[in-house]
């Protein structure tokens, strides 16, 4: 019978739960003794929760016999699964060859939730013997056991130096869509008409009725209206003449005569450049990011800040003729409600 | 007293005939294998009160996925533990909405971890104004987790519901629901193994909750009902 400390014996207890688990500390004998337990399957004096054992095992035994601990109940097919997966993810935060070994053993040997987290666990430790491991189990067409173990491979790939990367096949198994939106300038009518639709809601801005550009989002168009200081031909040379609201995006559905204001582009001098914000009508700040000189023109780059589940980059360049941009977006991650019952 | 059908219809949006089980207690999965007292239920809903969102993860209607019926039968065996336990405060919980993620959207969803644990909440909500609680298979690195004082805002960044596993008695998983229910209300560990927010007395992070973990102070019941998310009826 092993003896427990009484932190031990609540830390380990199958009488209890864990709901949170934090910084725990426990002294050497009582490492020693959860080794003890884990390692020998020794009876303890009360009865222990072995799952929560090796929770507590992976927060305080860090370098200490921690893969052969773990692998030995990973390997063990009379432990819980539930046991075993927590090994399994424990294997997963020590990157070591034991740790490796052990969960390419188990990979073959294990299946459903537990084969998972095997994988999972490879994903953030592995090697180029766990892509192989991994290769083997390509036929399994699930799809949620697909995007697992693509994942992982995905994972060891980018960490091992000279594995090439198939970026297509990387952004079709993540589901991923890279969405790019050229500007285009508007012709003098659409401009006109642009900025009649804002029915003088325009933040007390004089408008250029004869520069704007227009980006089609969907069946939405955006619009970027500049101040009327900015004359063609002096583009560059207006934008650095003064810090000023240099102009405002403007959205409009083609089915309505009506656009609303939702940004406005205000432009500060810097000492490298011009730095740019873009806010709500509000004044927050939605998009940052500077204009510096290179050659004859200048280049820019703004990108969201805050939060937001579609990550934007807008990147251009300006001349005194002219301002070409881009936006580039990823598919929006939308918040999933679930099947009704 | 308020009468059944009054009660129903103002704070359960319900109309017509209406089955007592199905719609006013919420527990749509078949018979309880615990009494249940209508009279204290409908007082209790019309005071302070939250709506609870429960998602099953990688369930099948046909019960070929992660649950049993066994297993939704004790969910709602779990509810009403907590709904008990929370009934010593006067703090109700009036509506259930129940979801489920299908095997074929849960993804690695059905075993998680405490981050993967917040990405889940992150990516799935229900109702406004239900919080959100995520029933998975297997929590690797605890029994659940919670945010502590949880937004009201399902867009918020970060952990946005409890998400728990269910243990081998009715008790223990509705201790442990109220537990973590009870984190998202604003409740943290209490320090003392009998209080259903259990045991961290010597402040080591270590949150403990046993089956003896039943009770609920004046002040934690205040602090609940102060939560964004409770409302009266």
């Not at chain 1, 910084?23 to 399957?41: A, P, Q, R, V, Y």
């Not at chain 2, 359960?12 to 018979?31: A, E, K, N, P, Q």
């Not at chain 2, 939250?50 to 779990?78: I, K, W, Y």
Request: net charge negative; glycine share 8%.
């Amino acid at each position: 019978m092993i003896a427990l400390s009484p932190k031990l014996s609540r830390v380990v207890s199958d009488q209890a739960l864990d709901c949170i688990n934090g910084n725990l500390s426990l002294d050497k004998n009582e490492i020693d003794t959860l080794t003890k337990i884990l390692s020998t399957k020794g009876k303890a004096k009360s009865p222990v929760n072995r799952k929560r054992a090796v929770n507590a095992f992976i927060q305080v035994a860090k370098n200490r016999d921690f893969p052969e601990v773990l692998a030995k109940i990973l390997l063990d097919s009379t432990e819980l699964n539930a046991t075993r997966i927590a090994a399994a993810s424990g294997l997963g935060k020590f990157a070591d060859e034991e740790s490796e070994k052990a969960l390419i053993q188990a990979l073959g040997k294990t299946n459903g939730h537990l084969q998972r987290e095997v994988i999972k666990a490879m994903g953030r430790i592995g090697t180029e013997k766990s892509i192989k491991a991994l290769d083997a189990l390509s036929e399994n067409n699930d799809p949620g056991f697909k995007h697992t173990l693509t994942f992982a491979r995905i994972f060891i790939g980018y960490r091992i130096k000279g594995t090439s990367i198939d970026s297509e096949k990387i952004k079709e198994a993540l589901g991923v869509q890279w969405i790019k939106l050229q500007s285009n300038p508007l012709s003098s009518k659409k401009l006109q008409e642009n900025i009649q639709s804002l029915r003088d809601n325009t933040f007390g801005l004089k408008l250029s009725d004869d520069i704007g550009f227009e980006i089609m989002c969907g069946k939405t168009s955006n619009t970027l209206l500049l101040n009327d200081k900015f004359k063609p031909g002096a583009l560059l040379k207006n934008l650095k003449s003064r810090s000023q609201i240099s102009g405002i995006v403007a959205a409009r559905n083609p089915k309505e005569s009506i656009s609303t204001v939702r940004n406005i582009v205000i432009t500060n001098l810097s000492e490298s450049g011009i730095d740019i914000i873009i806010t709500r009508t509000t004044g927050e700040v939605v998009y940052a990011g500077d204009a510096w000189p290179e050659g004859e023109l200048w280049k820019f780059t703004l990108r969201d800040i805050g939060l937001t589940s579609a990550p934007t980059t807008v990147t251009g360049t300006i001349s005194d003729k002219e301002i070409i941009f881009e936006v580039s977006s990823v598919s929006q991650r939308r918040v999933k409600t679930g099947q009704r019952i | 007293m308020t009468s059944v059908r009054t009660v129903a219809e103002n704070c359960l949006d319900l109309s017509g005939s209406f089955s007592i089980r199905r719609d006013v207690y919420g527990y749509i999965w078949g018979t309880m294998n615990r009494d249940l007292s209508l009279k204290n239920h409908i007082e209790l809903i019309q005071g302070p009160s939250c709506n609870l969102c429960l998602f099953l993860v990688g369930h099948e209607p046909d019960f070929s996925g992660e649950f049993t019926q066994a297993d939704t039968q004790r969910m709602q065996a779990a509810i009403d533990v907590a709904r008990d336990i929370y009934a010593q405060e006067n703090f109700g919980i009036r509506k259930l909405y129940w979801r489920y993620i299908p095997s074929s959207e849960a993804g690695g969803y059905t075993v998680v971890d405490g981050s993967e644990a917040t990405d889940l909440t992150e990516d799935y909500s229900g109702p406004n104004d239900g919080l959100d609680v995520f029933f998975v298979t297997n929590v690797t690195d605890a029994s659940g987790w919670s945010k502590v004082d949880g937004p009201c805002d399902k867009d918020a960044k970060g952990r946005t519901g409890s998400v728990m596993e269910l243990s081998n008695s009715d008790l223990v998983t509705g201790i442990v629901l109220g537990h973590e229910v009870g984190h998202y209300l604003g409740l943290s560990h209490e320090g003392d193994i009998t209080n259903l927010m259990g045991d961290d007395a010597d402040g080591d992070g270590i949150g403990s909750i046993n089956s003896t973990s039943l009770n609920l102070t004046n002040n934690q019941g205040n602090t609940m009902k102060g939560h964004c998310s409770v409302s009266n009826c």
